[in-house]
Each structure stands twice: as C-alpha cells, then as structure tokens.
C-alpha cells in the first residue's frame, strides 16, 4: 500500500498540469469503482442499516480526500503532500481515542506527539518564501483527517462485507457526489495523453486497488 500510494500524488500532480482537479478527481474514483466492480467479491450488497456509515466513509474518505489532494496539487508539490499524509496514522490513533473516549497510554501519546512535531518539520517550509503554499497545506491536513476518521469506520464494515465491496459502493457513492463538478469543469480541461494515462493509473491502482487493500488491513489489523 505504501509503495502504490507513495506514487499516488505523481500521478495527481500529472493529471492536474492539464484537467481540472474536478475531473481528476471524478476520473480516480470512477475508474476504481469499474476497476474493482470487475470481481465478484467487490459486487457484494451492503445492507441498508450501513449506509449512513458507508455514506460517511464515501465523503471523507474518498470523495473529499480525492478532490482536496487535487486542488491542493496544483500549487503543492507532490512529495510535500506525500509527506503531510504520512500523519494518518497519527490521527486515526488520536481519532480513535476521541471515539473510544479513552486515552492512548503515555507511550503513545508521546509518540503522537512527535509525529505531530514531525509533520510540523517537514511542512514549514513550504508555510514560508515565494513559493509558499499554505492553502495547499491546509487542503491536504484536512483530506488527511478525512482519512483518519475513514480508517476507524472501515473497521465494522470491512468486517462484515470485506475490503472489496466497502471500497466498491463507497467509490459509486464519491463518482455521485463529484460528477457535477466534473462536468462543470470538463471545458478547462486538456485530455492530454500524459494526464490521462496519469489519471487512469491513479485510478485503477492508486485508487481502486490501493483502497481496497487498505480497508482490509483495516479490517484486519
């Protein structure tokens, strides 16, 4: 998962030199919806009474994380992005905490701590200069607190219907939420071959597969 999502902002960052964040955004959900939808594994029916909770994962965890990286990535640089991710597991531990209503023990709660100091560390400099960009900051710790949140309430699902079929319904569910802003943007938007052929990678494999193998491991672990 580490190594497909390290390349996932790349691939963002190449679909934006030429389609709106809006398309792309559509684009990477839409094309991992199709992609998994292709297993019969993934084609499993949710049942009613978790629809509120799929529905939640569809928006902070898919829908908005993938249209806040993108808009993000337009004056962000990808690595910086990657880095700023890399704290969800940080917030999906002091998250859960919040949810449990209990506190991490104190080794943990140090260790959060320090992984807070160190997001602070490798995002400052892009807080200060000519090239700052702190809005792109702010959009990517907001998608990465999408995915903290997302991460815990995965676990029941993923339990219940598998990694596949979690991530299948709630992909149809962000394509849903994104395609008005798609279609709103499609005209700014160059289909060159280098950001298409971006997008469909980020779509497939960073989105589709990459997810899917997350909310298992969430499942699981």
């Known amino acids: 998962i580490g190594l497909i999502w390290g390349s996932a902002f790349l691939w963002i960052a190449m679909g934006v030199d030429h389609l709106s964040p809006q398309v792309v ?4 959900v839409v094309l991992g919806a ?20 799929l529905g939640i994962v569809a928006v902070v ?22 880095m700023i991710t890399s704290g ?26 320090l992984g807070f100091a160190g997001l602070v560390l490798m995002t400052f ?56 802003g798609a279609a709103l943007t499609i005209e700014e938007s160059s289909f060159t071959t280098s950001s298409v052929v971006a997008v469909v990678i980020l779509g497939v494999v960073g989105t589709g597969i990459a997810r899917s193998l997350a909310a298992t491991l969430a499942g699981r672990a």
């Open 25 to 28: 955004a559509f684009g990477r």
């Open 88 to 113: 969800t597991p940080i917030l999906s531990l002091a998250i859960a905490s919040l949810m449990l209503r209990t506190l991490p023990p104190r080794t943990q709660a140090i260790g959060i701590g």
């Open 34 to 53: 199709a992609a998994l939808a292709l297993f019969p594994v993934a084609r499993v029916r949710v049942a009613r009474e978790d629809w509120m909770r």
């Open 125 to 180: 400099p892009s807080l200060r200069g000519a090239e700052a960009a702190p809005m792109g900051v702010a959009l990517v710790f907001l998608a990465t607190i999408g995915y903290g949140l997302s991460g815990n309430l995965l676990v029941p699902l993923q339990q219940r219907y598998g990694g596949p079929a979690v991530t299948l319904w709630a992909l149809a569910a962000s394509a849903v939420l994104l395609a008005p």
């Open 61 to 82: 965890g898919n829908a908005g994380p993938a249209l806040l990286f993108a808009v993000a990535e337009t004056d962000l640089d990808s690595a910086v992005a990657g």
